[in-house]
């Protein structure tokens, strides 16, 4: 299959749309990273972005949908995660729900959980393509599972080239990592992954079952062994540096969390296409933004599963 990559404009959506609505997958850029987008209401279509990504079948998809109006009529929100909504979307933030029996969601949307997950985005690049599809859109990272998370079209093209037709280009994501995933039970917020949304008075919630995406222990990963907290680079290891620690290149040399976010992906792949063998990323602060770096570099570093 040849990949076609288009830039941003109304042709591209109306291209990218006729093609979902044929059952076919295309990547899109969101606030976050670049998704890979299908229609949640087909089946096969769905089937279609498991295997491009080669995404373990017990791994959930995230549903994209243009409001809470939308979003309600797939899922139950109790009030807390309403309210989350209210206050967030448009924006990157996930709600785990119970999903409704006449929503017309593909049940492989869901990998077999009575629950679903909705993101109401922020990006004009898939918002524009929402509203040309008409339908909720499956929208999981455009990547192949497991490898790191793209947030320029080149990172699409070069993961999953040949396995989907088209990649919309609209420039890199702002945001450069993934959605905070919440759900609410009983009466509290729980925290199922970190991300660029900070909710105060969330409980982490303990990891026994995989409820969300993202939650897999061995994920985000470069092909090379990744080493973290790293003060120095070892024979043949790139180091990724942050603050005073300079390295090959650099999270952010002032320190600043936000660039060191949406720098964090640009960095693994460009370490992970280096002469090197190994890659190594400097200390990062369990502050804020820093929580949710962490958690991609651990899993990114974890064995393989």
């Known amino acids: 299959m040849e990949t076609r990559v288009l830039p941003y404009s109304?042709?591209?959506?109306?291209?990218?749309?006729?093609?979902?609505?044929?059952?076919?997958?295309?990547?899109v850029p969101t606030?976050?990273?670049y998704g890979l987008a299908g229609d949640s209401t087909n089946g096969e279509a769905v089937a279609g972005i498991y295997e491009a990504k080669g995404r373990p079948s017990f791994n959930p998809?995230?549903?994209?949908?243009?409001d809470l109006a939308t979003a309600?009529?797939?899922?139950?929100?109790?009030?807390?995660?309403?309210?989350?909504?209210?206050?967030?979307?448009?924006?990157?933030?996930?709600i785990v729900a119970p999903l409704k029996a006449d929503s017309g969601i593909a049940p492989l949307v869901t990998a077999g959980f009575p629950t679903i997950a909705v993101r109401v985005p922020k990006h004009?690049?898939?918002?524009?393509l929402l509203e040309a599809v008409g339908r909720p859109l499956a929208a999981p990272s455009a990547n192949a599972s497991g490898s790191i998370s793209p947030t320029r079209a080149d990172h699409v093209?070069?993961?999953?080239?040949?396995?989907?037709?088209?990649?919309?280009?609209?420039?890199?994501?702002?945001?450069?990592?993934?959605?905070t995933i919440v759900t609410e039970k009983d009466g509290k917020i729980r925290l199922l992954r970190r991300g660029p949304i900070q909710v105060p008075g969330a409980e982490t919630a303990a990891l026994t079952t995989i409820q969300a995406p993202g939650q897999l222990a061995s994920h985000y990963a470069p092909a090379k062994p990744l080493r973290l907290n790293a003060t120095n680079a070892q024979e043949n290891e790139y180091l990724i540096g942050f603050g005073a620690i300079a390295g090959a290149s650099s999270l952010s040399p002032t320190g600043d969390l936000v660039e060191a976010a949406a720098r964090l992906f640009d960095l693994l792949h460009e370490a992970d296409a280096s002469p090197k063998a190994r890659?190594?990323?400097?200390?990062?602060?369990?502050?804020?933004?820093g929580e949710a770096i962490?958690?991609?570099?651990?899993?990114?570093?974890?064995?393989?599963?």
């Open 31 to 33: 606030e976050t990273v």
């Open 279 to 289: 890659i190594a990323v400097a200390p990062v602060p369990e502050t804020g933004l």
């Open 294 to 305: 962490n958690d991609r570099l651990s899993r990114a570093a974890a064995p393989r599963q």
């Open 124 to 128: 004009r690049a898939i918002r524009a």
């Open 61 to 66: 998809l995230i549903v994209h949908v243009p």
């Open 157 to 179: 093209l070069k993961s999953l080239g040949g396995a989907i037709p088209l990649i919309v280009d609209d420039g890199p994501c702002p945001g450069g990592i993934e959605s």
């Open 72 to 94: 309600k009529s797939i899922a139950d929100f109790g009030p807390l995660s309403q309210d989350l909504a209210e206050q967030h979307w448009p924006g990157p933030l996930t």
């Open 10 to 27: 109304e042709e591209a959506i109306a291209e990218a749309a006729r093609l979902i609505l044929a059952g076919e997958s295309v990547a």
